[in-house]
């Protein structure tokens, strides 16, 4: 998952080096560059010729990148579907194929922590606290943990905004109070306990490789 996750960021990078080119030359940008039904339009812009040979470049690197995020995906998918404990996340609303891999590979023998709030700080989601000798208020999340872990939780959070979602109606509740980001990422929290639950009931065939 780290490696999906950072051929993903190097991807992202590429593609902002040919939005930058399209800026630089005046041309207004939208969508997904990296689609086969932009390249016609991409090849025809009017660029220098430095910057054509960097989008060339980036194009290119796009394409590599994209078949090595599939063959990672492909061997996720066939885990995520074939081990006890990432089929017992994927049962949790919001939870995919990729995230419960994300969750499982950060969290492992959830037993080995007391309390599901434990899952929630390892992931760098519980909130800080600022104290002085007048006032004490809550601060942000502290970040303090797995990236990858965060990322699967706040995506499985973002789920309760759709209509199907058993958390939709507390997720309108709280966005209506606070705003999205934070309504996804206190929905975040509640995806992580139930995750700790879940990983913990699997019990010992959490730690069971997958048979060869």
């Known amino acids: ?14 593609l902002q080096r040919v939005h930058a080119q ?15 039904a932009r390249r016609g339009w991409l090849h025809a812009c009017e660029l220098s010729p430095a ?18 995020l599939a063959a990672l995906d492909h061997e996720l998918w066939s885990f995520a579907r074939a081990h006890p404990a990432t089929r ?3 049962r949790l609303y919001g939870v995919g194929d990729l995230t419960a891999v994300a969750i499982y590979a950060a969290v492992g023998d959830a037993r080995r922590f ?21 006032k004490r208020q809550p601060g942000r999340i502290s970040r303090q943990g797995p990236p990858m872990l965060r990322w699967a939780a706040y995506e499985a959070g973002l789920a309760a ?11 309108l509740a709280l966005r209506e109070r606070l705003e999205h980001k934070t309504a996804c990422l206190t929905i975040s929290r509640r995806v992580l306990r139930r995750a700790y639950h879940a990983l913990v009931a699997v019990g010992d065939a959490t730690l069971e490789p997958l048979p060869s």
């Open 1 to 14: 998952m780290r490696l999906r996750q950072a051929l993903a960021a190097e991807r992202s990078a590429w």
């Open 22 to 36: 399209l800026f630089h030359h005046g041309v207004p940008v939208g969508g997904e560059l990296a689609a086969p």
């Open 51 to 68: 910057a054509a040979a960097v989008m060339q470049t980036a194009l290119a690197t796009v394409d590599f990148l994209d078949g090595q």
């Open 88 to 90: 017992a996340l994927a």
């Open 114 to 134: 007391s309390s599901a709030r434990k899952v929630v700080r390892l992931a760098g989601l519980d909130i800080t606290v600022h104290e002085s000798d007048r």
């Open 161 to 171: 905004g759709r209509t199907s979602s058993p958390d939709h109606a507390d997720y």
